[in-house]
C-alpha cells in the first residue's frame, strides 16, 4: 500500500485559496527552521454568500487548536475580513492579544500569503480533505496542493489569481461586537446546546418583538452565529425560537 506524503502546499497563492473557502477547513502552519506548529481551523460566517459572491466583503472565523482533540478542542482567535486579519473585542476579553503566540503565527502566515509570498521558513500543512469539497486526497498531486483534480480547476489551479481581489484594509475600533461572560480558561460551550431546526413558525402578535431582539443580536455576529458554527438560516432560527420562548416567558 502507497503512504500517502504529508500535504505541504508551496503555491502561496493557492496555499491562500485553501484557506479562503465557503467551509471550515483546517490547517497548520509550521515552522521548517524550529518545528514549532499551530493549528487552527477557518470558516467563513455566511458560506452561501462565499459560494455565490467569493470573498470580497465577506466574513471568516479563525479558531485555534488549544487540547489534545483535535477535532473538537478549537476556541476562537480572531476574524479575517478583505485581506486583514485582525483580533475582536471578543479575542481581547477572553485573554489574547498581539503577543499571544497562536495570534502571532497566524498573522505572519496569513500577511504573506495575502501579498502573494511564502514567508520563509513557513510550511502550510493541510489536514488531507479537499478545501473546496472535503473529500479525502489520495492522488499524490492532490496532496501536493490540497485540492481534488476536479476542484483545483474550479478555483483555477497554482498560480492562479489571489483569492481575494481587494487591498487590505484594517477594521475600525469597534466593528467587531463584543461577546460577553467567555472564560478563556474553560472550554467552549455552545450556546446553550441548541439545535438549529428547519424552519421557524411565526408567532402571531408577538413576531415582530422577536424581530427587533433578532436584529439587535445580529449586532453581535459571533454570538449571533454561534462563531460560524451556523449559517444565515440556522442562525435566524435558533434565535427566533430562543426569543419566542424568552418573551412568552416574559407574558406568562
Known amino acids: 500500500m502507497t503512504q500517502v506524503q504529508e500535504g505541504v502546499i508551496k503555491d502561496p497563492k493557492l496555499a491562500l485559496t485553501y484557506l479562503l473557502q465557503p467551509r471550515r477547513n483546517t490547517v497548520t502552519l509550521r515552522s521548517a527552521v524550529t518545528g514549532v506548529r499551530f493549528t487552527f481551523q477557518i470558516l467563513p460566517q455566511d458560506k452561501e454568500a462565499v459560494k455565490k459572491n467569493g470573498t470580497k466583503d465577506q466574513r471568516f472565523w479563525v479558531k485555534f487548536l488549544f487540547g489534545q482533540n483535535n477535532e473538537s478542542d478549537y476556541r476562537y482567535l480572531g476574524q479575517i475580513l478583505n485581506g486583514y486579519f485582525s483580533l475582536t473585542k471578543k479575542s481581547r476579553d477572553s485573554g489574547l492579544s498581539e503577543t499571544t503566540p497562536s495570534y502571532k503565527a497566524f498573522q505572519w502566515a496569513f500577511s504573506g500569503l495575502f501579498a502573494g509570498k511564502m514567508p520563509e521558513g513557513l510550511e502550510v500543512i493541510h ?69 438549529a431546526p428547519t424552519n421557524y413558525v411565526s408567532v402571531p402578535g408577538i413576531d415582530a418583538e422577536i424581530r427587533r431582539r433578532i436584529t439587535k443580536l445580529q449586532e453581535d455576529q459571533e454570538t449571533y452565529t454561534q462563531d460560524g458554527e451556523l449559517d444565515a438560516k440556522q442562525a435566524f432560527n435558533v434565535a427566533y425560537n430562543k426569543f419566542r420562548v424568552e418573551i412568552e416567558r416574559e407574558r406568562a
Request: a positive charge; aromatic letters at 2%; one cysteine or more.
Open 127 to 195: 489536514c488531507g480533505k479537499c478545501a473546496r469539497c472535503g473529500r479525502k486526497l489520495t492522488d499524490p498531486e492532490s496532496v501536493k496542493n490540497g485540492f481534488g483534480p476536479e476542484c483545483i480547476q474550479l478555483v483555477g489551479g497554482a498560480g492562479a489569481p489571489c483569492a481575494i481581489e481587494v487591498e487590505p484594509v484594517k477594521i475600525a475600533a469597534g466593528v467587531a461586537a463584543p461577546q460577553r461572560n467567555l472564560n478563556f480558561n474553560q472550554p467552549a460551550v455552545k450556546a446553550q446546546g441548541v439545535a
